[in-house]
């Protein structure tokens, strides 16, 4: 990912913290005749240390799910997902500054590393109840639904229809474009002017801009 220095976000725990928030994610992999295959998905981050690993599965009749299947630790198919944050346009008349011109401001995160197929069912079943535990729990003060309530055999059978996987992050890159190239007064004015504009995606980049000024 293209990062100008001024645009770098080093903060780890912010980093991780924007991928949790954005769990849903892209995952980009290329094949063997330099096409790239793109799936939309939900991902797990596990943390241990310094060492992250992302957990997630695909449908078994994605062409991605092939390429999982047949990355080994000795001819390994990389991949990178890749995690959107808080963005929001940002017009030219909130500057006080002239002559300027229209952009984007965003959070954004890659994380690449090696694909690393599951096949061990307990792996899976457990992949699958972390997973509908964490946006379950978002759901409260609902009872969570669990992997439990499913009819006897009907799990086994629908994880037979995907492939699961693991990716430790090899390469992070976090990239947070929030005026930083800009002036104390234009970044004042965009702040005011995203909060004047609400919605969840103005006033998240506006809260952003705030926790980088300090």
Known sequence: ??????????????????????PFALLVVATARGELEITHLPVLLDADGDDLTLRGHVSRANPTAGLIAGSTAEAPVRATLVFS?????VSPDWYEAENQV?????????ASGPLQPVAEPAEVERL??????VHEAALAPKQPWTLGKMAPGLLERMMKGIVAFRLP??????????S???????????????????????A????????LAG
């Open 102 to 110: 229209p952009t984007w401001n965003y959070v954004a995160v890659h």
């Open 169 to 178: 992050v090899e390469r992070l890159e976090a990239k947070a474009k929030l």
């Open 204 to 211: 998240a980049t506006a809260a952003w801009m705030r926790r």
């Open 180 to 202: 930083q190239n800009k002036g104390e007064a234009d970044r004042g004015g965009v702040v005011a002017a995203l909060d004047a504009l609400g919605g969840p995606d103005a």
């Open 128 to 133: 699958l109840a972390d997973l509908s535990a």
């Open 1 to 22: 990912m293209y990062i100008p220095p001024a645009f770098r976000l080093e903060d780890r725990d912010a980093t991780l913290e924007t991928m949790r928030a954005n």
């Open 85 to 89: 944050g808080p963005n929001a346009y």
